[in-house]
């Protein structure tokens, strides 16, 4: 009577045991087709003969594009630096809006010029 009872006990666990493994493949499973055949819908789509053409079009529309910005850009040390300013060898450079000084306090903020400091 014990043995029968300790036998079910065991059978039940095992049954468990190969009921959640046997759920967890499945799923594992289904899951895994679900990607393969998205990817193989998105990549017929993607290499379908009518996509083919907008895609080479497109591909050469970036790549031009990059390649004219890399051409057109100046060359910071030829004529025009970081701000669009005409830079000339000996003159010191001159920001677009005026500096504010290092440090401030909330006393002197309404006698503030808009010069910018010396920090000699």
Not at 23 to 50: R, Y
Not at 75 to 92: A, F, I, Q, W
Not at 102 to 111: C, H, I, P, V, Y
């Amino acid at each position: 009577m014990l043995l029968n009872l300790i036998y079910g006990v065991l059978e039940t666990i095992s049954n468990a045991i190969y009921t959640t493994v046997a759920t967890i493949w499945s799923v594992e499973q289904a899951v895994i087709n679900l990607m393969m055949s998205t990817f193989l819908f998105v990549l017929g789509v993607a290499c379908h003969p009518l996509m083919v053409i907008p895609m080479l079009m497109g591909g050469y529309y970036i790549l031009r594009n990059c390649w004219y910005r890399r051409a057109k850009s100046p060359r910071l040390e030829n004529s025009v630096d970081s701000d669009g300013l005409l830079k000339t060898p000996g003159t010191p450079y001159v920001p677009r809006t005026p500096r504010l000084p290092a440090f401030r306090s909330f006393g002197n903020l309404s006698t503030l010029s808009n010069e910018a400091p010396n920090d000699n």
